[in-house]
Structure formats: C-alpha cells, structure tokens
C-alpha cells in the first residue's frame, strides 16, 4: 500500500477544507446528548447535507449510489471532518458503516435499491437487534425465532443492547428459523420495519447517563420474507459480514477523534502543571504511539478490504477491535489523571466519555471473543486450547 497522497487527492483534500468552511458555521446548536429525537433530526440534517454536496457514502461503490471514493480518499474525509469538528455520523451508524454495506455485499438488486438510498439521504434510521438476554458473548445461542406463515415470517422473542432502538426505523434483525439445526445454522438476517405491530421499545439508561441502548420485545412481529437479507438459514454467514464492517471499519473515525483528545490532554496538563510530571508525559507519549499505530493499520485493513475483491474487512478487524478498546480506555484513564479532582464532574465531557468507553470491552464483540478469533484465525492455534 502506497501511503504517499497523489495530487488528486491532495485536491479532494483542498476541495472538502472549502466545503467544511461553509458550511459548519451554517449548522444550528448540537442537541443534548440524552435528546435522542433531536440528536436524531441533527445528524440526519448533516447527513443530508453530506448528500447534497455529494459526501455521503462516500468509500460505497458508484452503483450503490455511492462516491466510489479511493479508500485513501476516505480517510482524508474521516481526517478532515474530525480536525474541522464537523458532526460524527451519531444516529447513522448502524445504517451507514454496516447494515448499508452488508445489503450491499449480500442484498438482493431490489433490497439495494429500496434501502441505500434513504439511508445515504439521511432519511431513514437503523437499529441492531444482535444481542439478546442469556446469550452472552454466544451470539450464535439466540433463540428470537421467525416462523414462516405464507410470504412472512412470525417473529417472536427479545433482544438487549440494541443501539439506536428509540429512533430508529429499521432494524437488522437475527433470527432463528430452524429451530432443529445446529446453533450456527439455522439463522436467517432480516430487515425488520420498527413500526411493525408486535415491536415494543423500552430504552435503557447507561451508566453514562444516556439512552443509546434499548430492550427490544417482539410479539408474533410479521416481517415480509422479501426482507431477508441473504438465503434462510444462512444469516450466520451474513452476520460475519455484518461484524467484518462493524469490527473493521465502523470506529475509524473514533480513531481520528481520539488523537484529537490526546492532543487536547496535552494542553490542558500543559495549562494546570501536571505536564511537570514526568510518568504522565512518558503515558501520554505512549498513547500517541499506540494511535499512530491504530492508524497504521487502519490504513492496511481499509486497503486490504479494498482489494479483497468483495470490499468486505477480513479478520483484521479483529486486530483493531481489540487493541482499539484498549487504548481507548486508556485515554480516558489518562484524562482523568490529567483532570485531578476535576474528573469527578459528572458534567464534564471527558467524565462521560470514561464512563462510555468501558463499553468497548463488550461492543461490537467481547475482548474474549476477538482474542479467539485471532489465535485461531490469524495465529492458527487450535480450538479449546
């Protein structure tokens, strides 16, 4: 991978700097974090504003009504909106980063056309239905189960952590259709409408204060069988597609914002003395290295998903993933170092973000289940080992 800018790039990078000049001082008040309808009608707007200026999906392919953007073209989006404090892409993730390019990897012609383009609008919301109660880190142990009736199936069961349920349209949805088959079969991906009769929404709150997650109950739901993503039985596979973008690609803007915050926590130890202390110059000069690094091979996994044919992130991911939720908390750890007595404010932007970042040892995938998946996938040591 040839990490050097071409002039080309250096002229997108140029051409969006003006852009985000003009239009970040026209964008109204950010919402309170806890304002989910609000923050919802925010980051829609910005993500319309995206699609006006022709920014939005940038990194998806021109026939999915992407940009068709170079994967180096990304990243110096990802760079740039960050060093400007442009918007994060907040109630669009789960559409955007990677229920939109599962349909585009496993979607049908008619699914793509049905549903990217309102996600790519900013018109339409999307939730995760995963996670479940008593199924842990088991994913594959759920037991929400869709029974067919005629051109639909009959959802019923619960799902837990479900980011994004309050405001969202849609939901991508894992099933069990078989019920007889072995746990990892027998799972069928769907495209639930969140509107459907039977679904019920109960936020909770998070230690953070917030309520981004949600319970989700579903009561004998119907959800067309049109709206499974993938052959019946073999939403397994469709779901390691769904997680290879999760894991792979889905936080590398967090990356850009959290060199970012390291940079802030310079200066702030700068200001209140604590830069005198030569151990927390020594961490803060580690967590620098540390992000350099995840940047590195942000690069390479972008590339490599790039290339693969498919653009779907291999076991790569799992790499960043773990290292990333690391180190993320380790940031946070040294703000509060940084703060003093001042961390204990439960109103300061940094506390909040300590509180949220003990999340990442499960989201996405626990720490065990990433370390698994590289002794074994990458490593190649033996099962149950």
């Not at 994913?139 to 994004?164: F, Q």
């Not at 769907?190 to 039977?198: V, Y």
């Not at 170092?337 to 300590?354: E, M, S």
Request: aromatic fraction near 8%; charged fraction near 25%.
């Amino acid at each position: 991978m040839d990490l050097a800018y071409t002039e080309a790039e250096e002229e997108f990078r140029a051409g969006l700097r003006r852009w985000l000049r003009t239009v970040l001082p026209t964008l109204p008040p950010k919402p309170a974090p806890e304002d989910w309808p609000a923050r919802r009608r925010y980051d829609c707007g910005w993500q319309r504003m995206l699609y006006d200026a022709g920014y939005a999906g940038l990194h998806w392919p021109a026939e999915a009504g992407g940009q068709g953007a170079t994967p180096t073209q990304h990243l110096i989006f990802l760079e740039e909106t960050e060093r400007a404090g442009a918007p994060y892409v907040g109630a669009g993730f789960v559409g955007l980063l990677h229920a939109g390019p599962t349909i585009i990897a496993e979607g049908t012609a008619g699914q793509r056309a049905r549903w990217l383009p309102p996600i790519l609008r900013g018109e339409q919301v999307w939730c995760q239905g995963f996670s479940e109660p008593e199924a842990g880190s088991d994913l594959a142990a759920l037991r929400t189960r869709a029974v067919r009736d005629g051109d639909h199936y009959l959802v019923t069961g619960s799902k837990i952590w479900t980011s994004h349920a309050e405001v969202a349209d849609w939901c991508e949805l894992l099933v069990r259709t078989d019920a007889d088959a072995p746990k990892h079969r027998g799972i069928s991906w769907l495209a639930l409408p969140m509107d459907a009769p039977g679904v019920t929404v109960r936020p909770l709150r998070t230690l953070a204060g917030t309520a981004e997650f949600a319970e989700v109950f579903l009561d004998e739901v119907p959800v067309p069988v049109a709206n499974r993503v993938g052959a019946e039985n073999d939403g397994w596979r469709v779901t390691m597609v769904t997680l290879s973008f999760e894991r792979g690609t889905a936080f590398v803007g967090e990356v850009v914002a959290c060199r970012r915050v390291l940079g802030e926590l310079a200066r702030t130890a700068r200001a209140n003395g604590r830069w005198d202390d030569p151990v927390l110059r020594r961490r803060l000069g580690r967590l620098a290295a540390d992000f350099t690094a995840l940047w590195r091979l942000t690069q390479w996994n972008v590339s490599e998903a790039q290339h693969s044919g498919g653009g779907v992130p291999g076991v790569g991911g799992s790499v960043f993933k773990l290292r990333y939720a690391q180190v993320r908390q380790e940031l946070y750890d040294a703000a509060a170092a940084v703060l003093g007595p001042q961390a204990l404010d439960a109103d300061h932007p940094w506390t909040a973000d300590r509180l949220s970042s003990l999340s990442y040892t499960i989201a996405a995938g626990t720490t065990q289940i990433q370390r698994n998946i590289v002794a074994e996938r990458i490593l190649g040591l033996p099962k149950g080992r």
